[in-house]
Structures are given as C-alpha cells and as structure tokens.
C-alpha cells in the first residue's frame, strides 16, 4: 500500500505558474505509475497527466498539453506537476494517484491509491 499526499495548491493570478508536488511513502514508490486528475466545482473528475513508474514516458490531456509539465523523483519518492500559464478553467482540486503497473494510464478507475487533493484557484 501506499500514502499520497499533495501539496503546493494556492490561489494564483491567470498566466501565473503553480508546482504540485505529490509526497508518496509506504511501499517503493518506483513501483507506481502515477497520474495528476483534477476535479472542479459541479464538474466529474478528469484526467490531468500521467507518467510511467522510471518516467521516461508522460501523457496529457489536450486542454493542459503544452502548459504543464509531469515529472517524478523516485530517490525522494515525490511526483510533481509544473503548472505554466494558468487558466481560470484550470481552478479545480488536484489529486495524485498510483497505479499497481509500470505503465501509465488515462483511465481513473485502475488507479488503485489516491491522496485527499490540493485546491487550485486562478483568477482572472
């Protein structure tokens, strides 16, 4: 099993920058594939980013492709996600979550831990 916990959610001006971080313990972390998803008000959860267990391979949702940056440190046993040009649309909660695979995934559902989120505002 592993605990999630994420960090870095503020308030921030729209076309600010923003990094979350994801602080994992329990088992090795290099285990897990991670993914970023957020959640806003009256909305379902989405996907945000995802990166495989060594992180040599990343995947994005269209609306933050180009924008932001996933990227993990196995020897901290931390997942980060580098916000770039913030959107009002991007103001959500932001959870991390593993995956019990090397391979990275899209889909929430097999996401099998997942932390309590960090809330996002950009203003406009």
């Known amino acids: 099993q592993v605990q999630l916990v994420e960090s870095g959610g503020t308030l921030v001006q729209a076309g600010g920058s923003l990094r979350l971080s994801c602080a994992a313990s329990g088992r090795t972390f290099s285990s897990y594939a991670m993914g970023w998803f957020r959640q806003a008000p009256g909305k379902e959860r989405e996907f945000v980013s995802t990166i495989n267990w060594i992180g040599s391979s990343t995947y994005y949702a269209d609306s933050v492709k180009g924008r932001f940056t996933i990227s993990r440190d196995n020897a901290k046993n931390t997942l980060y996600l580098q916000m770039n040009s913030l959107k009002p649309e991007d103001t959500a909660v932001y959870y991390c979550?593993?995956?019990?695979?090397?391979?990275?995934?899209?889909?929430?559902?097999?996401?099998?831990?997942w932390g309590q989120g960090t809330q996002v505002t950009v203003s406009s």
């Open positions: 979550a593993a995956r019990s695979s090397y391979g990275y995934a899209a889909a929430a559902g097999v996401y099998d831990y």
